[in-house]
């Protein structure tokens, strides 16, 4: 199984619109990034720019006045949001 969490950031305007997390078969995971690459054209980053990416968009869209989902953690998004079901 792949346990993976997909976020959707509006960097030039209100931060971290959307992010869930899923638990899919390998193949299935594939099959989707196929899909959103398609969509949309992926780079390769570090998993700390993302992170920092994630932290900064969630920063500047609580300056203007939008708070966080409830999903959000302490510092900006929880990047382990569901990963106690995922055992």
Known sequence: ?????FFLIEV???????????VMTPRKFGDRIDELSRQQPFIDIDPSVA??????AAVY???L??????????DGFNF????????
């Open 1 to 5: 199984m792949v346990a993976a969490s």
């Open 12 to 22: 030039w305007c209100l931060g971290v619109k959307a992010g869930f997390f899923v």
């Open 80 to 87: 382990m949001a569901g990963m106690a079901d995922f055992a």
């Open 65 to 74: 006045g939008l708070a966080p989902s409830e999903e959000a953690g302490p």
């Open 61 to 63: 869209a609580a300056g």
């Open 51 to 56: 992170r920092k990416l994630l932290h900064d």
